[in-house]
């Protein structure tokens, strides 16, 4: 493609009157907006090491009541976008939450959609419009946009959990906001209980109506599948499982996926190369991860984020197997239809 003009080769008092008038030339940054073939992320490959936040997480625990946090959160930020945007990827915001015994993170709902990935202690429960979600550690908790939510600990050991949103994606819509409300009152059964096995409580034969029906994907169910798929020699594919909305078979939420999959002890998984940047999380064993011919350990807890159109291979060189939480940007980039795949390079 033809290299095309700068800022540089027209006069200043043209710039100047342009500038004036707010008016800015196309073609000295046609290439920035488009380049071609394939986009420049401003995502970095970024790596978080677990061991190396929770200190810092219970030092804040130390440092700041919950009343003075409201959710005493250390953010996950890649420096490729600016430490102080908070963003993960384009789309993609983490966060390590703490809450010690006896705390309580306030009622409230924000346009953001939320998931809880639980990392370590329990006792801890999230609350999602008055259903009582148990927290334990591998659990995946909803909160979907404009559902009222806070976390409470009845337990006697710290907690932690992974905080995902789309809030990059939602504040850069201009869409962003919270309302504050008063403690919920829970509904009879939990979470779990209330759709299990594919059974939901009817009133007089009314199905109840929801747009998420299943709030809580407990981690001992989830495991048990990936178990099942490894060890199922009829199956042949990866060991991989994703997220759903049981209603829908659609994804569980609007504009993040997630998926889980399993590595087998000595399994190398090369991943296609996808239009929608990606997080990894290991939430049992430890694996190797290559992104763009750069490896990286991630240990049991660890946090891995890369560009769009990396190209990944998964590496478990343990004697383990290892169970990894994928988040991704595909829903939104499907719905809006600029996902796409590309062949390994
Ligand atoms: O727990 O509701 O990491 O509202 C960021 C915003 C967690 C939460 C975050 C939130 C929450």
């Known amino acids: 493609m033809e290299q095309l003009a700068t800022l540089d080769d027209l006069p200043k008092h043209y710039v100047a009157s342009l500038t004036q008038k707010n008016l800015v030339p196309l073609w000295p940054s046609l290439r920035n907006v488009l ?10 490959t970024t790596v978080w090491h677990f061991n190396e936040i929770k200190p810092l997480l219970l030092e804040a625990g130390e440092l700041t009541p919950i009343e003075k946090a409201e959710r005493r959160v250390l953010v996950l930020a890649n420096p490729g976008h600016g430490l102080e945007n908070m963003k993960a990827t384009s789309s993609i915001y983490l966060g390590m939450q703490l809450l010690l015994p006896n705390e309580w993170a306030p009622s409230h ?3 953001p959609n939320a998931i809880r990935l639980i990392v370590e202690g329990s006792g801890a429960y999230t609350t999602v ?3 009582k979600c148990p927290m334990e550690h591998g659990d ?7 559902l009222w939510h806070e976390h409470g600990h009845h337990g006697d050991e710290p907690v932690i959990w992974l905080d995902i949103l789309d809030l990059p994606l939602v504040y850069y819509m201009e869409a962003s906001f919270v309302e504050g409300g008063d403690v919920q009152k829970v509904i ?3 979470a779990g209980h209330r759709y299990a096995k594919g059974i939901v409580p009817t009133l007089h034969f009314m199905r109840e109506k929801s747009d998420f ?3 809580r994907y407990a981690w001992t169910d989830t495991k048990q599948v990936l178990d099942a798929l490894a060890n199922d020699p009829s199956y042949g594919g990866a060991a991989q499982i994703s997220y759903i909305n049981p209603e829908t078979g659609h994804d569980c939420q609007k504009i993040i996926g997630y998926s889980a999959m399993r590595l087998a002890p000595k399994e190398v998984l090369p991943l296609e190369r996808r239009s929608a940047a990606q997080v990894f999380h290991v939430i049992q064993g430890e694996i190797q991860i290559d992104i763009n011919a750069q490896s990286h350990q991630l240990q049991k807890s660890d946090t891995a984020c890369a560009p769009c159109f990396a190209q990944i291979d998964l590496i478990n060189n343990s004697p383990e197997p290892a169970y990894i939480f994928v988040a ?7 719905k809006l239809g600029l996902y796409s795949t590309r062949s390994r390079i």
């Open 328 to 334: 991704d940007e595909s829903p939104l980039q499907k």
């Open 109 to 111: 709902r924000h346009t």
């Open 129 to 131: 419009e008055g259903q």
């Open 140 to 146: 995946l908790i909803l909160t979907p946009s404009g």
């Open 35 to 44: 380049p071609p073939n394939q986009p420049i992320p401003l995502t970095q």
């Open 188 to 190: 009879g059964l939990d």
């Open 213 to 215: 029906p299943l709030l």
